[in-house]
């Protein structure tokens, strides 16, 4: 009973980042690899996109730090980066908060991307939380399985 | 859940990316079709691979990678005779960029990231014009 109702909390959680808007497909294709060899294979890459999340924010908040001296064209490519490692994942609201950003560079508009910068900060942390959520939680309802099997 | 289709199991595969989740990913899709793959991380190494003598039937290549980019590499290889099948797959999409890319002599270009519908194509279209 208990482990339906984890189960179900589960697809629940899933659906709800879609119905929210912030995953998109590209999330299904990475589950759809997933398989019995690489039974982690979803979580093991988005591990791999905190760790790149953390190092770009951590630049682009140096390069924002010269803040009478920007160079929009590094800003711009530390963000394509970004915006590239958020679609790899398809985390949908991040990358239109670095879509977003890379419109106030090539405008040149230093408050415009310090706001965006907040707001992309914003949602990537609230989408990792999220995640670890969903991840944990997918644990506990894959242990409990893999126990009730062997019994 | 992914189930294997092995209809591509015959062929072998060049994965070109810094980025090491679009190399995970690309490389499962592949390793999922039955394709032996190999990555590479940036476009110096993907022409130093042939020079050794390797060959393969596809290579998916980034545009953008330290080092030597996908365009330069893309022209390297073809100067060097290599005819496998070259997609682009990157996250650049302005018509000029794109244009670029073709021009150094790709076969195809995809958006990044690449898709299992998509990868079938390819796949497919490589195992037509090679029938074995």
């Given amino acids: 009973m208990e482990k339906n109702q984890s189960r179900m909390q589960l697809v629940a959680m899933k659906q709800s980042f879609f119905d929210q808007g912030l995953l998109d497909e590209q999330f299904i294709q990475l589950e759809e690899l997933q398989d019995d060899v ?5 979580e093991e890459i988005v591990i791999l996109y905190y ?6 924010i951590s630049s682009i908040e140096q390069a924002l730090k010269e803040r009478n001296l920007l160079d929009f ?3 711009d490519t530390l963000m394509h980066q970004f915006t590239g490692s958020s679609s790899s994942i398809g985390a949908k609201k991040v990358k239109a908060e670095c879509n977003l950003f890379r419109e106030y560079c090539r405008a040149g508009n ?7 910068f ?34 | 859940m992914a189930s294997p289709q092995n209809f591509a199991s015959k062929l072998t595969a060049l994965v070109v990316d810094d980025h090491k989740i679009y190399q995970k990913v690309h490389q499962k899709m592949l390793n999922n079709f039955g394709v032996k793959s190999h990555v590479v991380e940036n476009g110096k190494e993907a022409v130093d691979i042939h020079w050794h003598g390797k060959k393969f039937d596809l290579i998916l290549m980034d545009m953008d990678m330290p080092i030597m980019n996908g365009i330069e590499a893309t022209k390297e290889l073809r100067a060097m005779g290599v005819c496998s099948t070259i ?8 018509e000029e960029e794109i244009l670029k890319f073709m021009e150094a002599g790709l076969d195809d270009y995809q958006e990044k990231p690449l898709t299992i519908p998509k990868l079938t194509s390819i796949l497919h279209k490589i195992i037509n014009s090679n029938p074995i």
């Fill in chain 1, 73 to 75: 064209n590094k800003l």
């Fill in chain 2, 87 to 94: 997609v682009g797959v990157t996250s650049r999409s302005t």
């Fill in chain 1, 110 to 116: 230093i408050e415009g991307c310090m706001k965006s």
């Fill in chain 1, 118 to 151: 907040q707001q992309c900060k914003k949602e990537y942390a609230s989408l990792r939380k999220k995640l670890e959520a969903y991840f944990q939680l997918a644990r506990q309802v894959g242990s409990s399985e893999a126990a009730c099997r062997s019994k």
């Fill in chain 1, 38 to 42: 690489n039974p982690n294979f979803v």
């Fill in chain 1, 51 to 56: 760790g790149d999340s953390l190092r770009l």
